[in-house]
């Protein structure tokens, strides 16, 4: 379905390494996208995959590939270089049980920090975090979307259990999303003042949020791209005044309009004294152990978080209006998510529901549901 | 450190004579490989070379990830693994600390020659003292019969539904001719599993590398052309005959590098 997704999104060019439980997405873009306008391509190792998918998505197409975790340590380092670049990049990261090979036919959510936090610096990387084969496509498509008018790199955070369980769609009932292109520019644009000075012009921004739009590669300027600390022309200098600049750019054009990059599922009980929080596969045992404890009488409401990053602030403070506590669902060891969001949650009593090695159960989230407060 | 498998002999049924049997030094418990496939009888000559030399207690092997990952519950020595395409270089950190070991990696194709290509040029480069034991079946298999770099020209796979084509996915690499070029290189050879008398000569190879690893003048290497009945698609026997009018052809068997004669 993400396949599905990345190409309904417009997605035309993807290169692979095969992984457990990633590879379905690589097998289906091998054989879908070149019958439709697409290229795909494999790659003699992740390094190279992601790498193919910079150049391509570099020259203004719309790029996607698909690791687990050992293949996305190989991968941080481009992705820390798309971030730097600008360049518009989707990654779909089927989690897996770690650390190392760890097990490759186990699912976990012990990924999240470890996408989110893979670059120097700590920049905010959007992650998106379906929970059933529908959502692989609607997120798939909403993460070309946000890569592109972000000029980032996006992550499709799912896993073993969401990737390699047989589930049936509707096909026809599928929303006909299509993903926004970034801005392009058929010419050389015009940075008026700022380009006397300057040879090369690979863009130009006023404010740091703005999201400027880049010259053309193959025009008449001079357009660079470089992983190094850069001014706006794409030129390498050290620590210019100009470098911070582009330096902070980076995060506050994610910050500064992260209240239009956020996706939840809300089902809230006005009345309720407990808020139960998951995303991924666990929120669909949530899903369950609420609505069971709801019917023996439990006023309990529900987050399922698919936006991921930027932490949707907003959202978890309206879901937790009147709330007593907390509880976070997620299948890692130490509550991976619960640890970033519960310092948005002030006096709030936060727990954890976690396992790993296997699925979270709606009876074990339902015993602390129902357990005392 | 291996005394209670040592113990452990077979003996032939009164009046019977015992001619074949598992070595003492390959741990008694079914594999889990496909029926037919090639990496079965590479573990056993390894193995019979380890207990024919009486190297057991000094050789420490290096397993990758791939179908192989399990080698280390077969092979009775210790063992350590790599991840995906670093068993060279894993190998190196141990042999340099530990130069009296033998030491040998045991690899596929896509280990050795896709994501570990850059280990692997640059271990025969400085030519460090292993036995590099490489398994091309021209797949990945663990993974589920991917192209690998080794897939040869035509040849379908899970992600070449309509066959390798060169245009989009090059040649097939024979990084065994690459390798032989290099002066780090000491030993290099083609062999095959697929018949007894392929596998006799085999064995022959890997009792010199294990004793050319004793000479400290390079590293040893030794391809196997092996097949893959589950990832090709194929019976065991198709697969073996399959692998000699379509493998060979492409890896001619025989000794690449020799000492002392190149
Ligand atoms: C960094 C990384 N990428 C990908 C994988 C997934 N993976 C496991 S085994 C394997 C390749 C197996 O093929 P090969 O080396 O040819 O050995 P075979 O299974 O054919 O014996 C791959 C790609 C991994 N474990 N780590």
């Known amino acids: 379905m993400m396949a599905e997704g990345a190409i309904q999104a417009g997605c035309a060019f993807f290169a692979g390494y095969p992984i ?68 518009p990049l989707v990654i779909a990261l089927v989690q897996r049980l770690g650390p190392s090979t760890g097990g490759a036919t186990q699912g976990s959510q012990g990924d999240v920090l470890l996408a989110e936090y893979c670059t120097s610096g700590g920049y905010t990387i959007p992650i998106l975090c379906p929970t059933n084969a529908r959502e692989c496509f609607e997120l798939t498509i909403l993460a070309f979307t946000w890569a592109e008018i972000l000029r980032m790199p996006v992550i499709v955070l799912s896993d073993k259990e969401i990737a390699m369980t047989t589930e049936s769609v ?28 300057r040879k090369n012009g690979t863009y130009y921004f006023h404010a740091l949020h703005e999201i400027p739009i880049f010259s053309p590669v193959g025009g008449s300027r001079k357009v660079t791209a470089t992983g190094s600390a850069h001014d706006k022309a794409g030129t390498l200098q050290k ?33 309720a004294e407990t808020l139960v929080i998951s995303y991924g596969i666990s929120s669909r045992a949530a899903q369950d152990a609420v609505r ?15 936006s991921l990053f930027p932490v949707p602030r907003k959202k978890l403070r309206q879901a937790t209006e009147g709330v007593k506590r907390v509880i976070v669902v997620e299948e890692n060891l130490r509550g991976l998510y619960r640890s970033v969001i519960e310092r948005y949650l002030g006096p709030i009593q936060v727990r954890g529901v976690n396992k790993i090695g296997a699925m979270i159960t709606p009876a074990e989230i339902r015993s602390v549901i129902e357990g005392a407060v | 450190m291996f005394e209670d498998r040592k113990m452990e002999t077979m003996t032939a049924p009164a009046g019977m004579e015992l ?21 079965g009888v590479v573990h056993r000559l390894i193995m019979e070379v380890v207990e024919e030399t009486g190297i057991q207690e000094k050789t420490i092997g290096v397993a990758p990830v791939g179908c192989s990952v399990f080698a280390y519950n077969y092979l009775d020595v210790d063992m350590q693994e790599a991840p995906h395409g670093r068993a060279t270089a894993v190998a190196t950190g141990i042999k340099r600390v530990h130069p009296d070991k033998i030491v040998f990696t045991y690899q596929g194709d896509g280990d050795l020659a896709a994501i570990g290509t850059g280990e692997t040029i640059h271990t025969v480069n400085r030519g460090e003292s292993i036995v590099v034991v490489f398994i091309n079946n021209a797949i990945y298999g663990m993974t589920g019969g991917q192209m690998a770099p080794t897939t040869l020209l035509g040849m379908v796979t899970s992600t070449t539904p309509f066959g390798r084509e060169q245009p989009v996915m090059g040649y097939p690499l024979k990084i065994t001719e690459l ?59 198709e697969a073996n005959d399959w692998l000699e009018k379509n493998m060979l052809p492409m890896y001619p068997l025989g000794d690449l590098k020799v000492p002392g004669r190149n």
């Open chain 2, 179 to 237: 390798i032989a070029h290099l002066p780090g290189a000491y030993f290099v050879t083609r062999q095959a599993v697929h018949t007894t008398a392929h596998v006799r000569k085999a064995k022959k190879a890997l009792q010199a590398a294990f004793e050319y690893q004793g000479h400290n003048k390079g590293t040893c290497f030794l391809e196997f052309v092996s097949n893959c009945p589950s990832g090709w698609k194929m019976t065991p026997l």
């Open chain 1, 292 to 306: 069971q404890s709801r019917k023996s009488g439990a006023k309990v409401s529900m987050l399922t978080i698919q």
């Open chain 1, 170 to 197: 509707d096909y026809e009932s599928l929303p006909q999303m299509t993903s926004q292109d970034r801005p392009k520019n058929s010419a050389f644009v015009e940075f008026g003042e700022y380009d006397k000075e």
């Open chain 2, 19 to 39: 001619v074949y049997r598992r070595p003492s030094t390959l741990v008694d418990t079914p594999m889990h490989y496909c029926p037919g496939c090639s990496h």
């Open chain 1, 239 to 271: 620590n210019s005044p100009e470098t911070i600049d582009v330096l902070a750019h980076l995060e506050e054009k994610l910050l500064w309009r992260a209240d239009d990059f956020v996706a939840v599922k809300q089902d809230l009980d006005p009345a």
């Open chain 1, 20 to 87: 457990t439980p990633a590879t379905g997405i690589f097998k289906a873009m091998i054989d879908e996208l070149p019958s439709r306008k697409g290229l795909a391509l494999s790659a003699p190792d992740e390094i190279s995959a992601i790498a193919y998918c910079i150049g391509a998505s570099m020259r203004g197409f719309k790029s996607m590939t698909a690791t687990s975790g050992p293949g996305w340590a190989l991968m941080t380092e481009s992705v820390q270089y798309a971030l730097m670049t600008e360049t």
